[in-house]
């Protein structure tokens, strides 16, 4: 089947400090992403989307090839967590991709996940960027902190058609 739009490539930003099995793993994320880009390509949006998702350290050359991602890419979908907002990559990469949409002759969009709580006492840290919070939840947030499949379901779902009608405003 032929898709009708695409392929939009998803920036996935988070922080690597939450991959300590707890909070958050990264197939975790890859299983949502996967169920956004699925839902994507169903006959009501016929979306073509791709992923990247970055699990490697940043490092010399590494910075370079993610700012390429960033331009590549048309969806920037962050995972909120409290660490999140405390990465100072995390920052960068959320600046550098608002910075070229704004160049940018192609639409582009952000698609905040909350995957955990940020709570008051969060926000009042002194390593907690609050500006890219305030930036970041000025959007629709999407809820990704149920842990019922049915619920990520369905935030998939929701995802692909904010996504969609991003795409076609």
């Not at 793993?25 to 970055?54: H, P, R």
């Not at 409290?82 to 002759?105: D, W």
């Not at 049915?150 to 995802?159: E, H, M, Q």
Request: a negative charge; glycine letters at 4%; aromatic letters at 12%.
């Amino acid at each position: 089947k032929q898709m009708t739009q695409g392929p939009y490539q998803i920036f996935i930003s988070y922080a690597h400090t939450d991959l300590d099995g707890r909070l958050v793993s990264a197939g975790e994320i890859d299983s949502f992403v996967d169920s956004v880009i699925d839902q994507g390509a169903t006959d009501k949006f016929q979306l073509e989307l791709t992923s990247f998702l970055d699990r490697n350290d940043m490092r010399g050359l590494w910075l370079e090839f993610i700012r390429d991602k960033l331009h590549e890419s048309t969806i920037f979908m962050p995972i909120l967590t409290p660490k999140y907002f405390m990465r100072e990559m995390c920052i960068n990469e959320l600046a550098t991709f608002v910075a070229q949409a704004l160049e940018s002759k192609t639409i582009k969009c952000i698609i905040p996940i909350e995957w955990d709580p940020i709570g008051d006492a969060d926000i009042k840290r002194h390593d907690f960027n609050v500006d890219a919070y305030n930036y970041l939840t000025k959007y629709q947030v999407f809820d990704a902190t149920s842990d019922k499949k049915r619920d990520k379901l369905a935030l998939a779902f929701n995802c692909a058609k904010d996504i969609f009608r991003n795409i076609e405003d």
